[in-house]
């Protein structure tokens, strides 16, 4: 049969991110979630995809589409016969979207299920697509200048996905990926406000991530509120509520048999709050049970944006706090070294902020001269990265090497007080 070059249904699965695979997955659950009893398999998808005179979806089928995309099935690339074709009523046009809103024709979707009776510009996959974009850039801004550069773009960020849910035209299929982007949103709110505070409002954040995400039903995304929950309840000394969000992360990971990547994760918290709480063999055993869930296989795509962080570093760098807990600086230094020497570039934030718990631990193993040597590369890079918790932990160090009267510590000493006049603190 002949081809077409691209159909539309192929551009649109594309915009919306998914490959032939994961579309028939989304599919599956889009249809259990409208309680409408379909399916597609790849083979259909594709004959959908490529044939120039494409089969038409069963009712079910199309129901599900038109949900998933927020589309009339004409608009799909389909010849719909007019029994089966939902109208579509024109409410004017925008530069660059049209506004339109579905009304329900016979044996057609149920308009007022999938779209909220109102005008206003309708939100489809490739503006999900953009959005998304934007909030991936901002773990990379994170990464590489810190949580305060970061803050201010969130804040546009959330402005602009609030702003789109009250007044745009969308399905409910749309609306609830605008939610869960809201959810990780906060949830990166939430590390800023713990990086940078004020920590107030990162619980707040927090507490919004949580709210949005149990709101859809996305245990993932409750997880991910919850596992920023735990540092900032660290923080705040509420360690019997840091330990209930481990206990509840493990229960929806449980639930939704979620990957290791993600035990991971929880792995690292519950060892984050036996370590504040001073029980030594309850970090043993967390960092245990992480080494274990790391060292097993997961495909990179299956692994939540917010979870990939997670890995051989993240180990080593909670080992060695828990050496120094226990007053062992000297066998917390390899373990901090590892964890340097495993960061790839884009890190800068968090390259930063280890090779100061390096030339801190050095200095309170007596290594005067290699502490400072340290804390000079963290220094260097100082002026790219705003973060109020590495400005205090090298304030910290340098209250401490002050006190030391030789050389290499003077000079150390007299480069923080030039950078810290000069840099953001």
């Given amino acids: ?31 259990v979630r409208l309680g409408i009893d379909a399916a597609v398999s790849t083979r259909q998808l594709r004959r959908w995809e490529s044939e120039s005179a494409p089969p038409l979806p069963h009712p079910g089928q199309q129901s599900v589409l038109e949900g ?39 044996g057609a979707v149920a308009a007022a299920a999938i779209i909220p009776d109102r005008h206003g510009p309708r939100v489809g996959a490739s503006d999900v697509a953009a959005l998304r974009a934007r909030l991936a850039d901002l773990y990379a801004v994170d990464h590489s200048s810190g949580g305060i550069p970061a803050k201010a773009r969130a804040k546009q960020l959330e402005q602009h996905l609030m702003r789109t849910l009250k007044d745009s035209v969308y399905t409910s299929k749309i609306g609830r990926d605008l939610q869960a982007m809201l959810s990780e949103l906060h ?30 039903g996305d245990e993932l995304l409750q997880i991910s509120a919850l596992e920023t929950l735990v540092l900032i309840d660290i923080k705040a000394n509420r360690a019997w509520e840091a330990a209930s969000a481990v206990e509840t992360a493990y229960g929806l990971a449980s639930r939704v048999g979620a990957g290791p990547a993600v035990h991971l994760v929880i792995a690292l918290r519950e ?42 570093v993240e180990i080593d760098y909670a080992t060695a706090e828990m050496y120094l807990r226990a007053g062992n600086p000297q066998r917390a230094v390899p373990f901090l070294r590892a964890a340097v020497d495993g960061l790839g570039g884009g890190y800068a934030r968090n390259t930063a902020w280890y090779r100061s718990k390096l ?13 400072g040597a340290e804390m000079a590369g963290v220094i260097e890079s100082y002026g790219e990265i705003a973060s109020h918790r590495l400005a205090d932990r090298i304030r910290n160090f340098h209250k401490t090497i002050s006190s030391i009267e ?12 030039e950078t810290m006049r000069g840099g953001r603190s």
């Fill in 187 to 216: 949830s990166n709110q939430a590390w800023y406000g713990y990086d940078s505070g004020p920590i107030g409002k990162a619980r707040v954040a927090s507490m919004e991530a949580l709210t949005a995400a149990q709101l859809i």
């Fill in 68 to 106: 998933m995309f927020g589309l009339p099935l004409t608009e799909l690339g389909f010849d719909v016969p007019t029994h089966r074709r939902a109208t579509v009523q024109r409410i004017g046009d925008d530069a660059e979207v049209k506004r339109r809103m579905f009304v329900a024709g016979t």
């Fill in 359 to 371: 030339a801190s631990t050095l200095l309170d193993s007596g290594e005067v001269e290699e502490a």
């Fill in 271 to 312: 060892a984050n709050v036996s370590m504040h709480v001073g029980d030594t063999t309850a970090v043993r055993r967390a960092l245990s049970r992480a080494l274990s869930y790391q060292s097993r296989d997961e495909a990179s795509d299956e692994v939540p944006h917010w979870a990939r962080f997670a890995g051989t």
């Fill in 406 to 417: 030789t050389t290499a510590a003077r000079d150390t000493s007299e480069r923080i007080q």
């Fill in 1 to 31: 049969m002949a081809r077409r070059d691209v159909s539309t249904l192929a551009r649109l699965r594309k915009e919306a991110g998914y490959t032939q695979a994961t579309f028939v997955s989304a599919f599956a659950r889009e249809a």
